[in-house]
């Protein structure tokens, strides 16, 4: 059994890859804080980038619950709209850095889990082979 092709494993797997597809969007906003008109970008939520790839979405499991509403903007880099500077540019760099940041902690976050499964998978088959 390969445990690359684990369900775990390839939502973490695309987790990062997100992650990583996100920290370039914001790099590119911080390297571009002084050119004027650049509007700041920045990747959908990571469920609806998830959803849009699988074609999957939200259940409604009980007629109580809402409905939710459907996103047309599940792809791609979006635009963040914020203050501008009198050049046009919209860039507000304690923001990128707290997304950054966030981004960060995340992908810390996603490889704790990563490791902590595959220890659990090498547990298993180090006690199965007893």
């Known amino acids: 059994m390969d445990p690359t092709q684990l369900n775990l494993l390839d939502?973490?797997?695309?987790?990062?890859?997100?992650?990583?597809r996100r920290q370039g969007?914001?790099?590119q906003n911080i390297a571009?804080?002084?050119t004027p008109g650049w509007?700041?970008?920045?990747?959908?939520?990571?469920?609806?980038?998830?959803?849009?790839?699988?074609g999957t979405s939200m259940a409604q499991?009980?007629?109580?619950?809402?409905a939710g509403t459907a996103d047309d903007i599940l792809t791609g880099v979006t635009t963040r709209p914020t203050a501008q500077a009198p050049d046009g540019n919209a860039v507000a760099i304690?923001?990128?850095?707290?997304?950054v940041a966030d981004s960060q902690t995340q992908q810390e976050l996603v490889l704790n889990?990563?490791?902590t499964y595959l220890g659990m998978?090498?547990?298993a088959l180090d006690h199965g082979a007893s």
């Open 11 to 20: 939502l973490a797997d695309r987790r990062l890859a997100w992650l990583d």
């Open 25 to 27: 969007v914001l790099a």
């Open 32 to 34: 571009n804080a002084s």
């Open 39 to 54: 509007v700041p970008q920045d990747l959908p939520p990571f469920a609806a980038s998830l959803a849009a790839e699988t």
């Open 61 to 66: 499991t009980d007629p109580a619950d809402l």
């Open 94 to 99: 304690d923001q990128q850095l707290a997304a």
């Open 113 to 115: 889990i990563y490791k």
């Open 121 to 123: 998978f090498n547990t």
